[in-house]
């Protein structure tokens, strides 16, 4: 069974920056796409950015050029690097992993989820 958990969220001012990692144990990383997702207050879970197998990444239109994510399958670990946050883009951060699709965007493409972090951008 895969187990995830998130580290890294807080508070943080507008234009600020933060890394969010992601642990991920019980079987093999580099046999899965690994994604962030977030929720905001009020509203519906949605992709941030992913990163396949071998590293290829995809983002949602509102992060990208401010957002990247990366993997180190030595470490386990999965990194989500945000610079230039905006208040908008407060939300629980969640990590999840996939073992279906190459760059997967939609949430029942993922297998697993992790507990999430809260990020929180003041204006």
């Known amino acids: 069974q895969v187990q995830l958990v998130e580290s890294g969220g807080g508070l943080v001012q507008a234009g600020g920056t933060l890394r969010l990692s992601c642990g991920f144990s019980g079987r093999k990383i580099s046999d899965y796409v690994m994604g962030w997702f977030r929720q905001a207050p009020g509203k519906e879970r949605e992709f941030v950015a992913t990163a396949s197998r071998v590293g290829s990444t995809r983002y949602a239109e509102s992060v990208k050029g401010r957002f990247t994510i990366s993997r180190d399958n030595t470490k386990n670990t999965v990194y989500l690097q945000m610079n230039s946050l905006k208040p908008e883009d407060t939300a629980v951060y969640y990590c999840?992993?996939?073992?279906?699709?190459?760059?997967?965007?939609?949430?029942?493409?993922?297998?697993?989820w992790g507990q999430g972090t809260q990020v929180t951008v003041s204006s």
């Open positions: 999840a992993a996939g073992a279906r699709s190459v760059l997967p965007i939609r949430i029942p493409e993922y297998d697993y």
